[in-house]
């Protein structure tokens, strides 16, 4: 998956916009694939809540 979409994807889900399930699947696939793609996912998400707490 192309890095730049995959990041609005996440953005969007974190934010509630919705978005398919076929790109909720996507996602999951994503994430799944390595433990590369999944600490990708965690760092994101942390820098995301950071950024919403602010």
Avoid: F
Avoid at 10 to 25: A, D, F, H, Q, R
């Amino acid at each position: 998956m192309d890095r730049e979409k995959l990041n609005i994807l996440l953005v969007n889900y974190w934010l509630g916009e919705p978005i398919s399930e076929k790109e909720k699947t996507e996602i999951r696939i994503w994430v799944g694939e390595s433990e590369e793609h999944r600490k990708y996912y965690e760092e994101l998400k942390r820098a995301y809540r950071c950024l919403c707490t602010q």
